[in-house]
């Protein structure tokens, strides 16, 4: 993949797979600008010295996306892998924490998309969200229903999006992985069987290809990345 003098915006890439995302693209020769939350995720950041770093606290704010979306000239693609997780069970989940969700999930996906989209206007380009496997099958969104219902709307927001900007050259998917083997998952969840989950380095391939010349014929899918998770 060659991405030489093209600019791409990732969003959450600071964090295991964003590292992945970044440090492949970096690799193919993109400038890339990265937006983060947690000030040690950036200091700790392996490629801080080759990337432009912005500090965003909310990309569920409008006016905050506008801003970052501003600062990057000829925008090429935009990756959108900040986002959140929460299982509670449905009797737990009171509105405010199903509009947590809906907004760092969703409304942040939805507004970058919206920057993107405007950014782009009809010089074509890339669009890649992430989604997960409950957005796919809702069954296995038990005991994370909010969470399961956040990353459902973003990929029928693909979808759909998909199909309306294509006429401007702009490619529009989606990556749905099920766990994936992080320091935080690793951390939350210590009697699981790891070698079943999904590498990130993995996720990332897949993103990136969406993202290049090579996934030109692709559009509005969004693609499960399921590892050995049965």
């Known amino acids: 993949m060659d991405f030489t003098g093209r600019q791409i915006v990732v969003t959450g890439g600071t964090g295991a797979l964003g590292r992945a995302v970044v440090g492949t693209l970096i690799k193919s020769g993109a400038t ?3 937006s983060y939350m947690l000030e040690a995720e950036a200091q700790s950041f392996p490629h801080k010295q080759n990337v432009t770093l912005h500090a965003v ?3 569920a704010d ?24 929460a299982a509670n069970s449905f009797a737990d ?9 809906l907004e760092t ?3 942040a996906c939805f ?9 782009m206007g009809r010089n074509g380009g890339r669009i890649v969200n992430v989604a997960a496997r409950p957005a796919l099958e809702w069954r296995s969104g038990a005991g994370m229903v909010a969470y399961a219902s956040s990353k459902a709307a973003v990929a029928a927001m693909t979808v759909a999006l998909a199909e309306e900007a294509v006429k401007d050259g702009i490619l529009v998917n989606a990556v ?40 030109k014929d692709v559009n509005g ?6 590892g050995a998770e049965v």
């Open 32 to 34: 890339c600008h990265v």
């Open 57 to 59: 606290n909310d990309l």
């Open 62 to 85: 409008e006016a905050t996306v506008g801003k970052l979306y501003a600062n990057v000239p000829k925008l090429w693609a935009s990756i959108h892998l900040a986002g959140g997780f």
């Open 93 to 101: 989940t009171d509105k405010a924490k199903l509009m947590q969700q």
């Open 105 to 107: 999930n969703f409304i």
């Open 111 to 119: 507004l970058c998309c919206r920057a993107a989209v405007k950014a």
């Open 176 to 215: 749905a992985p099920s766990t994936m083997d992080t320091p935080a998952n690793r951390k939350a969840m210590p009697n699981a069987d790891v070698s079943k989950w999904v590498q990130p380095v993995n996720v990332a391939r897949l993103v990136t290809w969406l993202a290049g010349d090579a996934g």
């Open 221 to 226: 899918a969004a693609i499960p990345v399921y």
